[in-house]
Structure formats: C-alpha cells, structure tokens
C-alpha cells in the first residue's frame, strides 16, 4: 500500500468561460472530469500538485474558475494543493488568485518557489518561468535556495516539482523549450534526498534521469502532442490525462492515467483478480 499518494495535474491551460483552446478543446471540461474520476475512486490523495500552465493565458478568471474546481475536490478527498508556475502562467494573477496574495506585494520579477510537508514527504516546487518566454531558466538564487533546503533530508524524502523538463527530448520543438543549463540543477541535487523529479510542459508522456534521479514528464490535461508525427510535421492532439505518484517504501512510483473517454474492456472485482494470480503462481510452483 501507498504510504503517500500524490496525484500530478499539469498544463490544464483553462480559459475563460465560453473559451477553448485551439478552438477545440474544452479544457474545463477534461479537467473537471478527472477530478471526477478522483472523487468515484474514493482512493486517498494525499495532494494536488498542478505542475505548470494551469491557465492558457494568465488571465484572473481562468485562475479563479481553475480554483474553483480544484479546491472543493481537495477538500473533499483532504489532499493538500500546490500550484506551480508555467510559461503561460502569469505571476501576479497567478499569486493574487491561488496563493492568496495582496497585488501590491507581488514583484513580477520574483519566482514563485515554495516547500510543501505532505505526509513527511517533502515537496519542492520551483519555478522555472521567464516572463515572455517559453523555455525554462533557474537562476542561480534558486539553486542556492534549494541546496539549503536539501541540506537536511525530510522524513520520506523529497519530491521535486518544476514546470520545464530538465532532461532532452526527441521531439524537435520540446527540445527547443526545455529547461537550459540543466546540469546546474544536477549538481545541486547530486547526493540529495530528491527520489523523483516531476515535470510538465512538453504536453507528453516521458521519462529519464538527471544526476542519476528519474524524471517524470507527466500527461497534459489540455490535449498532446504526436511523438512520432510524419517528418517535417508537428501535430497536436486530442487526448488527456494525468499522473499518480506513489511512495511505496523508499521508492517514488510515478503511473500515468488516461482520462480520455474510452469503452470499458472488463470490470473485475480486485480481490478475484489478486486471486486468480495467486492461483497461477501456486499452480507454477
């Protein structure tokens, strides 16, 4: 069993009321109903971590109707939420909205980093935005600030959170958006607690590893991108999901789940199936 279940939500991209993405994609709607699958599961979370472009433009409203759905939800399953910035977030809406903070205390100029106790395992969110740009940049004020939060290990570890993927891509325009100079952030973590590395950004399912720790690229919930498109082409499709990251023991799991509607297969009580298996490894010996 789980010791601590934390459920990854990024690049939700919500709009306005009445506004789509791409002309397409309703994004509200694919965010509303995985929270709804969160509630019929009746599993525990633990947190919420929205992981980078939670609004597509920054503005006040889509933040608001952002919070409103998650909030009641987190509520409800009594997991803790955290925010993290993304390259279409805008500071200070995204401070004044989420974080609660007054508008004439929010500097543009000052990144949005935090640390977070969930369950007696840490989370550190950093936030890798530039102001108008799309590609990732820690400065080296944030790495100082994280080598001192590092310098003593949490109770289960440490889980870290940033928008941009630290690690390469085959895909041409992911590559070109990903986080620079990632080999600073390496050194920081080198020798750390840090067991898993959790990302977003590059509307895509991945993973790799930075200074020897995995890291996750999470399912959009906005819609993806085609990872093996026809050459010379770049194609978004329709398409979402999200992830579950799991403390099993000392490991961090991390599982994507696919919330596109699709037809069931097969509904199976757990315990048959668990017994079943159970039955072919007594009967293999």
Do not use: K
Request: aromatic share 4%; net charge negative; glycine share 8%.
């Amino acid at each position: 069993m789980s010791e601590v279940t934390i459920v990854q939500l990024t690049d939700t991209h919500i709009r306005p009321a009445g506004e789509w993405v791409h002309g397409m994609v309703d994004t509200y709607a694919n965010l509303t109903l995985a929270l709804q699958q969160l509630r019929a599961s009746q599993r525990r979370v633990d947190a919420l971590v929205l992981s980078g472009d939670l609004t597509d433009t920054g503005s006040p409203e889509a933040y608001q109707r952002l919070r409103g759905a998650v909030e009641p939800v987190a509520a409800e399953l009594g997991a803790q939420t955290v925010y993290v910035m993304g390259n279409h977030d805008e500071r200070t809406a995204f401070a004044t909205e989420l974080l609660g903070a007054d508008p004439a205390d929010v500097d543009p100029d000052t990144t949005h980093d935090q640390v977070v106790d969930v369950a007696g395992l840490r989370v550190i969110a950093l936030d890798s935005t530039t102001p108008r740009r799309h590609d990732g940049r820690l400065e080296q004020r944030q790495l100082d600030w994280l080598a001192e939060q590092l310098r003593e290990p949490a109770p289960r570890g440490t889980l870290l959170v940033l928008h941009h993927p630290p690690i390469p891509s085959p895909v041409a325009a992911t590559e070109y958006l990903r986080l620079e100079r990632p080999e600073l952030l390496g050194e920081v973590l080198a020798g750390s607690d840090v067991g898993l590395i959790v990302c977003g950004h590059n509307h895509l399912t991945g993973a790799a590893a930075l200074a020897g720790i995995p890291v996750w690229i999470g399912p959009a919930l906005a819609y993806r991108i085609d990872t093996i498109a026809p050459s010379g082409r770049h194609r978004g499709l329709i398409g979402y999901g999200y992830s579950r990251i799991d403390l099993l023991g000392s490991t961090l799991v991390a599982t994507a789940i696919e919330a596109t509607p699709a037809e069931t297969l097969y509904d199976r009580p757990e315990q048959d199936v668990l017994d079943q298996l159970a039955a072919l490894a007594a009967e293999a010996g």
